[in-house]
């Protein structure tokens, strides 16, 4: 069967409908729906697209794609968020460090790096970890 961008659009719009609120995800679906569609030889529309859902497990699995791939990107998410909040803690260590030894040596400057680390935590590393809360509680109830 020959689909039409009528067809297209009406699949892409029933899978919008059925929760399947990810762009990338729901192209892939539209594209291995039209191409199940495309090879079969009966022209009836509604009989194939019917056809298709049941070959691909319906609405049910086509929202539990949605589910695996919110939970993929909230991985992502969690994952660049520690590395930040491990790189910043490097650098706050290594400010203190400096500022230590600046201290010890009595050189100049020593206060800068103590007050470039605690400015850098208070105004980085805390509203990430914050946000990083933030974003765990909100996951928690979706």
Same mark, same amino acid.
């Given at each position: 069967m020959r689909l039409t961008d009528k067809h297209i659009d009406f699949i892409e719009r029933s899978l919008t409908l059925y929760g399947v609120e990810d762009k990338a995800l729901r192209e892939?679906?539209?594209?291995?729906i039209?191409?199940?569609?495309?090879n079969e030889e009966t022209s009836d529309f509604n009989t194939l697209? /019917?056809?298709?859902?049941? %070959?691909?497990?319906g609405y049910e699995s086509f929202q539990n794609l949605q589910l695996e791939t919110?939970? /993929? %990107?909230f991985a992502k998410q969690i #994952?660049? #968020?520690n590395r930040l909040k491990f790189s910043m803690g490097f650098v706050v260590i290594?400010?203190?460090v400096m500022s230590l030894v600046f201290q010890m040596m009595h050189w100049p400057y020593a206060?800068?790096?103590?007050?470039?680390a605690i400015a850098l935590s208070v105004l980085v #590393?805390?509203? #990430?970890?914050?946000?990083?809360k933030y974003k765990l509680a909100i996951h928690k109830f979706s």
């Open positions: 892939d679906l539209v594209d291995h039209c191409t199940y569609i495309e697209y /019917q056809k298709a859902l049941r %070959k691909f497990g919110n939970h /993929q %990107k #994952i660049t #968020i290594l400010l203190l206060n800068a790096w103590l007050l470039a #590393i805390l509203p #990430i970890h914050l946000y990083f």
